[in-house]
């Protein structure tokens, strides 16, 4: 058993354990199962899972072994089984004692744990599912061990914070929501709390140390009442900005409005045109004009519902047929048009980063806003109108809005991935783990080793 023992131990990549014997049986669906029955060695069979000093020994062993799925060897699923007692630490009272192969808590063995993590930061979903044999919501309490092992504690991210970012992000169809403290200097996330508002705002500021506070010198965010309100109580020294990528999202809300009203006209039109001229059984004559005016109102409709993407994106990146849609809705669609262009001149607005341009152009685009005669239009016009310092604040410090975008969209992206766990706790860690400087690293390799073909 000598040599097998060496062998086993060097595959699970576990120290200090005995392997006692290795049984092979296959389950129903046909899989092959390696049951490794092992122990701790002598010296370390009562140690605490916590501390990991050795220990009283508190009662005798379980009656029931437990079992800890490791990574599998080739094809085989690999178990390990060992029956478990507990131990009394001095410090940390009674406990399970330590098993040198796994988290305490975890089902699992560490390597196991951490090549999920790896998996999680990398792949989507499914694949990281199928490839480890386990449920999604596994995975998540895979992240959250994994995260705690390379970062047992995150107080450091809330050290020499400057330039931070607080952004609200809503997922389940936008019934819950997410609030998160980006550090704009190094792009990764600080903090994160479920729920949004001014409370737990409040619960990030709060838990800060003066020096803490007092490092921080700008703050982003939407256009919220709470954000400036937090910033002027815990921050006062402190500049106060708006993304400008939140000013560009309120601006195609408000086209959106009005290319929507446009659509909900031409379809009651359809429907008005209908009902004057019901169909008589057979095909309409060519020459019928009844017919062709209510095959002309509903392309205007269809064209008007289609036109959403060719509105909202960036005249640089159009394809040929929404370059097409939006020549056709400049010649039949006047007002429409120049929503388009109001929304598209804020946006240029906004990247410019010469502040005495931009505060002229700023200037212009109130006017011509407030003047559009296109309600939404005027609505968005006293909101940009509010903001007006706080957002010419962003071009003013030069913070600079492709990467909080960037930073912004990856953070919506993990949030999407990461709803499917119902645990908050996890989903957060998953949030933790991908928007940080953490690199997790897969067991057995000390750096990235690529064996050439
Ligand atoms: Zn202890």
């Given at each position: 058993m000598a040599f097998t023992n060496t062998l086993f131990k060097k595959i699970l990549n576990v120290k200090n354990i005995v392997v006692e014997k290795a049984e092979v049986h296959q389950e129903l669906d046909g899989t092959n199962h390696i049951c490794i029955s092992a122990r701790p060695t002598a010296r370390h069979m009562d140690d605490c899972p916590i501390c990991h000093k050795r220990c009283m020994r508190y009662d005798k062993k379980n009656a029931q072994p437990r079992t800890w799925r490791g990574l599998d060897w080739g094809t085989a699923v690999v178990e390990i089984v060992y029956d478990t007692h507990r131990i009394q630490c001095p410090k940390h009272g009674v406990l399970v004692a330590d098993v040198p192969w796994a988290y305490p808590n975890s089902g699992f063995t560490k390597d196991f744990d951490l090549t999920v993590g790896w998996l999680a930061v990398y792949l989507p979903r499914s694949a990281v599912s199928e490839l480890m044999r386990i449920d999604w919501e596994t995975v998540g309490r895979c992240v959250s061990r994994t995260l705690k092992e390379i970062e047992p504690s995150r107080s450091r991210r809330l050290d020499n914070l400057v330039h931070i970012g607080i952004d609200e992000t809503s997922y389940k169809k936008g019934h819950k929501y997410i609030t998160v403290i980006i550090n704009h200097d190094n792009n990764t996330v600080v903090w994160a709390a479920p729920g949004h508002g001014k409370k737990v705002l409040?619960?990030?500021?709060?838990?800060?140390?003066?020096?803490?506070?007092?490092?921080?010198?700008?703050?982003t965010g939407d256009g919220a009442k709470w954000i400036t309100e937090c910033v002027q109580e815990f921050?006062?020294?402190?500049?106060?900005?708006?993304?400008?990528?939140?000013?560009?999202?309120?601006?195609?809300e408000a086209l959106d409005e009005v290319r929507r009203e446009r659509w909900i006209e031409a379809?009651?039109?359809?429907?008005?045109?209908?009902?004057?001229?019901?169909?008589?059984?057979?095909?309409?004559?060519?020459?019928?004009?009844?017919?062709?005016?209510?095959?002309?109102?509903?392309?205007?409709?269809?064209?008007?519902?289609?036109?959403?993407?060719?509105?909202?994106?960036?005249?640089?990146?159009?394809?040929?047929?929404?370059?097409?849609?939006?020549?056709?809705?400049?010649?039949t669609d006047p007002q429409l048009y120049r929503a388009y262009v109001l929304k598209e001149e804020l946006r240029l607005i906004l990247k410019e980063t010469d502040l005495a341009i931009a505060e002229a152009e700023l200037k212009r685009w109130l006017w011509k806003a407030s003047h559009s005669r296109i309600p939404a239009f005027k609505d968005l016009y006293k909101k940009v109108k509010r903001h007006k310092e706080h957002i010419l604040n962003a071009i003013r410090f030069k913070m600079?809005?492709?990467?909080?975008?960037?930073?912004?969209?990856?953070?919506?992206?993990?949030?999407?991935?990461?709803?499917?766990?119902?645990?908050?706790?996890?989903?957060?860690?998953?949030?933790y783990l991908v928007c940080s400087d953490l690199k997790v690293t897969l067991p057995g390799r000390n750096q990235k080793s690529v064996t050439p073909a």
């Amino acid at each position: 058993m000598a040599f097998t023992n060496t062998l086993f131990k060097k595959i699970l990549n576990v120290k200090n354990i005995v392997v006692e014997k290795a049984e092979v049986h296959q389950e129903l669906d046909g899989t092959n199962h390696i049951c490794i029955s092992a122990r701790p060695t002598a010296r370390h069979m009562d140690d605490c899972p916590i501390c990991h000093k050795r220990c009283m020994r508190y009662d005798k062993k379980n009656a029931q072994p437990r079992t800890w799925r490791g990574l599998d060897w080739g094809t085989a699923v690999v178990e390990i089984v060992y029956d478990t007692h507990r131990i009394q630490c001095p410090k940390h009272g009674v406990l399970v004692a330590d098993v040198p192969w796994a988290y305490p808590n975890s089902g699992f063995t560490k390597d196991f744990d951490l090549t999920v993590g790896w998996l999680a930061v990398y792949l989507p979903r499914s694949a990281v599912s199928e490839l480890m044999r386990i449920d999604w919501e596994t995975v998540g309490r895979c992240v959250s061990r994994t995260l705690k092992e390379i970062e047992p504690s995150r107080s450091r991210r809330l050290d020499n914070l400057v330039h931070i970012g607080i952004d609200e992000t809503s997922y389940k169809k936008g019934h819950k929501y997410i609030t998160v403290i980006i550090n704009h200097d190094n792009n990764t996330v600080v903090w994160a709390a479920p729920g949004h508002g001014k409370k737990v705002l409040e619960t990030f500021y709060r838990q800060l140390k003066p020096e803490q506070l007092s490092s921080i010198k700008i703050v982003t965010g939407d256009g919220a009442k709470w954000i400036t309100e937090c910033v002027q109580e815990f921050t006062p020294e402190c500049e106060r900005c708006v993304d400008p990528f939140h000013v560009v999202e309120w601006a195609m809300e408000a086209l959106d409005e009005v290319r929507r009203e446009r659509w909900i006209e031409a379809h009651r039109e359809v429907k008005k045109l209908k009902n004057e001229h019901p169909r008589t059984p057979g095909r309409p004559k060519a020459e019928d004009q009844k017919s062709q005016q209510i095959e002309a109102a509903k392309d205007k409709a269809k064209e008007l519902k289609g036109a959403r993407f060719a509105l909202g994106k960036a005249p640089e990146h159009l394809t040929e047929n929404q370059r097409l849609r939006l020549l056709i809705i400049a010649q039949t669609d006047p007002q429409l048009y120049r929503a388009y262009v109001l929304k598209e001149e804020l946006r240029l607005i906004l990247k410019e980063t010469d502040l005495a341009i931009a505060e002229a152009e700023l200037k212009r685009w109130l006017w011509k806003a407030s003047h559009s005669r296109i309600p939404a239009f005027k609505d968005l016009y006293k909101k940009v109108k509010r903001h007006k310092e706080h957002i010419l604040n962003a071009i003013r410090f030069k913070m600079s809005n492709a990467r909080m975008e960037a930073t912004n969209n990856k953070i919506k992206l993990i949030i999407r991935k990461a709803y499917g766990f119902r645990n908050i706790d996890n989903m957060l860690d998953l949030v933790y783990l991908v928007c940080s400087d953490l690199k997790v690293t897969l067991p057995g390799r000390n750096q990235k080793s690529v064996t050439p073909a």
